[in-house]
């Protein structure tokens, strides 16, 4: 369904824009607003808002935050500015933020990265009150993107979270603190012609801007930036999450197709989250095939705990691809199919003692870590401690008569994609009831 309405949406902003296009206005700032009501009316229309959750677009300002906002998705009454169109709503209240630009070059870049970080350091300070007063907060899907990032479970008290190496618990703070951050969208309807000029420019500005004080540091970033088609997406687990090479995860990665729908795919992931709803997602068998720009990792440097990242750079050539990619699980291995039942038979946690690696040896002539490192890449298994488990409460396998099989944590995602292939396989499926 997500994708039926980004493909309306997109054809609304189209058409709208090519109306505005045909007024002769000057430049600044009326078709600037032009531009930013297009934006406003297309995230307000009915296909993408679900009814009867109190949500509206409005205009004004944050409470905390001098500079005006172009559009703000938020949840319940403002406080009117005067007689004006205008609203004052405090953070708590915003799901999303937008800064509107027509034409996105460098110096828009830089000045809407700097209105859109205010927003994100505003919300950190408010967070972090909450919390040291005591305020409880759910970050069972932190704890979900910790372990798909990391193979290891995330940890559950305050007490596991300090037992983490500072690089972890840096980790695991940053993914915490985005479940309920805004969404910060810097909306470009022009700007750069190429993919590779977009990026370019972006890896310029983060550069520039080490330090404490930065503005582009990874807690501060925005969610999204699109320039035309081409987009710059944020991946900090609600809804992109990809991880990288030795201990690192993809921070920003690029996209040239169907920015409507990933600024959907934002939207409807804040909404499910702060309003506590179901989204009609879908099965989820394609993705947006996104390219990596920066990767980031934790790190300690003088007593002092911090992202280190690493640019990639691509010719614009390398970077011209299909719009997504179609989802397709990891074959496992016959050990691997048994370990997984062993961890289904255990009720989601398995204990890996040296008889079940004599077993694992004897039985499929590999190494325990082996199936272990398998079941681990799937991103539905995880370790705590000398334990393995499942990353959340369900999860589905699909075996062969050779022992050979899938899992997946969408059961009906794998169901879909096995009868896609013809497929008969065995399926078990564990679901936590309690």
């Known amino acids: 369904m997500i994708k039926n309405a980004s493909e309306l949406l997109t054809s609304f902003i189209a058409a709208e824009r090519k109306n505005v296009e ?25 296909f993408v808002l679900p009814p009867n959750l109190d949500l ?73 009150a909450r919390i040291e007063a005591g305020e409880e907060f759910d970050f069972h899907l932190a704890r979900e993107s910790y372990a798909k ?45 190429t993919e590779h000029g977009l990026r370019e420019a972006m890896v310029d500005i983060v550069e520039s801007n080490l330090g404490n004080d930065s503005d582009t540091s990874p807690d501060l970033l925005p969610s999204l930036i699109t320039a035309g088609t081409f987009s710059l997406v944020k991946c900090t687990g609600r809804p992109y999450l990809v991880s990288g ?36 997602f879908g099965l989820d068998m394609d993705h947006e095939n996104i390219k990596e720009l920066l990767l980031a990792r934790g790190a300690c440097k003088d007593e002092r705990v911090g992202f280190e990242l690493r640019s990639f750079s691509y010719s614009e050539k390398k970077l011209r691809r299909a719009a997504v990619t179609v989802w397709e699980p990891v074959k496992l291995s016959a050990g691997a199919i048994a370990l997984a039942e062993f961890v289904f038979f255990k009720g989601g ?20 870590d082996d199936v272990v490192a398998e079941l681990v890449g799937t991103s539905t298994f995880c370790k705590r401690e000398n334990t393995l488990q499942k990353v959340t409460g369900q999860a589905l396998i699909a075996s062969f008569d050779d022992g050979t099989g899938y899992v997946d944590m969408d059961a009906a995602r794998l ?16 679901i936590d009831v309690g």
């Open 22 to 46: 045909l007024i002769n206005m000057p430049h600044m700032p009326t078709l600037g607003s032009a531009y930013e009501a297009i934006a406003n009316a297309g995230i307000e229309n009915e």
């Open 56 to 128: 509206r677009v409005v205009s004004g300002f944050i409470e905390g935050i001098p500079n005006q906002i172009d559009g703000m998705l938020v949840r319940g009454e403002g406080q009117r500015y005067g007689l004006t169109d205008q609203y004052i709503y405090p953070i708590e209240q915003v799901l999303c933020v937008l800064e509107v630009k027509k034409t996105l070059n460098k110096s828009d870049l830089i000045d809407g990265i700097q209105h859109l970080a205010a927003v994100q350091r505003l919300f950190s300070q408010r967070f972090s």
């Open 149 to 193: 990032l990391t193979g290891r479970a995330g940890p559950r008290t305050d007490a596991a979270l300090d037992a983490l190496p500072a690089p972890d618990r840096l980790l695991f703070a940053t993914l915490a603190r985005h479940l309920y951050a805004p969404v910060t969208v810097l909306l470009g309807f022009d700007g750069y012609g």
């Open 245 to 280: 090479p030795k201990d690192t995860w993809v921070l920003l990665a690029s996209a040239r197709h169907n920015v409507a729908r990933i600024l959907l795919e934002f939207l409807w992931t804040k909404i499910s989250v702060f309003c506590e709803v179901c989204m009609p």
């Open 349 to 368: 946690r398995l204990e890996l003692e040296q008889s079940l690696d004599n077993y694992i040896q004897r039985e499929h002539c590999v190494a325990l």
């Open 415 to 430: 169901r879909a994609w096995c009868d896609g292939q013809g497929f008969k396989p065995h399926y078990m499926n564990l």
